[in-house]
């Protein structure tokens, strides 16, 4: 995984003529190991999504990419002469806090590009300021082994959505929109996470850049050529769901999906490729074989020697702090929770009415979680959902992949995004039917306020744990089924006044046993 030179018979008798290699890739060697091993969670944890994520599947390449890289830049590198370099001890320094940071907010993509900075600054204290220079579009290839990207889905569902719409006017076919979901006469189609492109835009931007270093020079024709990739690869996503949509309009929705599944997937994305480097052929200022970077010009730059050792030593110091200042964390937190108990609210009892369609909210690893339902006097029934947390850790978060309204497991999904009285996260989800549920959700951690922000709920969780601070969290969600049918969010606004307010449940929520 570290993005630094294999240490094989053939790569030490290519530097063995220049003093210093054999040393200083033994270092690079030992210090990347201990990282792996230290972190070997997040490394392991990292392998595991790029094996079992369709998302994030071209990762699988990009270490061995990495290495292609390098090896292009071989005969270079043999005339340059390595050494420990004090200054690059700032790099893993900052992915050591990186890596804090992401384990005290829960955030894993924080704590896996840790790692990877941690990884690139092994390379560069060890071997120096000019093998670096010469590196550096490989350390920074690097970043794209970090599984981010999907955090996008939700507004590409929505924009391709809305590209279908618009080609389906083109076509003159009957189309209704309601968030990610589009109904023609005879069909009912949904834009899911599946169908969003996330998985092809993010596959495409590693693509794109590779394809930038590798076969341009003008910085002006990388941006027009990284652009249009982008953008070529959102448009034919949207190609796409306007075309199956466009056929179910024209034959059956089986005949649809037939054709989705031959249009959908890695082959469709490779025709996008193969289009996008058609057209930017003609366009390439780079030669084959021509060199990376000038090795006279950048030995010339003069740089220190210094100690592999001492360096090494304050390296390894430095990325043990995280996890040292971590555990101390944990070992403070409060770990013992009352469960909540359910509010009496006044003109409103509770109801075993049955559902339209059963939901309860998914939050792993919670302490404690109560679910009731609330009918008033002209029949009108809104569901309530308190959750707590003694603390937060990796799968069991307030916020976090599957956790909240829409349980992945479920057939509930995320429709759209919704207008909220105050603070609270507002949004419709939908299950089959279709029923759907118009959901709001509250979060508190330790002594912040209350807020519906994930990324507010990941800084307040980030202070707590960092400080020392209370690290008791909570969700409480009120939510409405079919809510046109069922009094509208006007039912939900005037059980939120009756009910007390949702400081005091989370008070009730948080208190210790």
Known sequence: MAPAIRLTP??????????????QLLGLTGLAVAILLIFWRDAADMIRIWWTSSTYGHCLFIPMLIGWLVHQRKDGLARLHPSAWPWALLW???????WLLGDAAGLAVLRHGGLVVMLQGAVAAMLGPVVTRA???PLFYAFFMVPVGSELEPALQLLTAKLSMIMLGWANVPAHIEGIFITIPNGYFEVAEACSGAKFL?????????????????WLRRTIFLTGALATCIVANGVRAFATIYVAHKTSVDAAVGFDHVMYGWLFFALVMIVVMLVAWPFFDRKPGDPVFDPAKLQSMTSSRHSLTGVLAIALAVIVAGPVWSHISVIRAETQ????ALPSVSGWRLSDAPMAYPWAPRFDGADHKVQARYEDGQGHVVDLAIVSFARQSEGRELIGFG??????????????HAASPDVARAEIITAPGPVERYVLSWYRVGDAGLTG??????????????LGRNQRAVAILVSIENPRLNGGK????????????????????????
């Open 10 to 23: 053939a790569t030490l008798r290519g530097y063995a003529a220049t003093p210093g290699w054999l040393r």
């Open 92 to 98: 893993p320094a900052a992915g050591a806090f990186g």
């Open 135 to 137: 590196l550096l579009f």
């Open 202 to 218: 993010i596959a495409m931007t590693a693509y794109g850049v590779l394809v930038c270093n590798v076969c341009f020079r003008s």
């Open 337 to 340: 929770l009352a469960p909540p």
């Open 403 to 416: 956790q909240g309204a829409a349980d992945p497991d479920s057939e509930w999904v995320w429709s759209d």
């Open 453 to 466: 922000a994930a990324n507010r709920v990941k800084l307040d969780t980030m202070k707590a744990r960092l």
């Open 490 to 513: 006007e039912t939900v606004h005037a059980f939120l006044k009756s009910l007390d307010p949702i400081e005091d449940l989370a008070d009730g929520a948080t208190r210790s046993r």
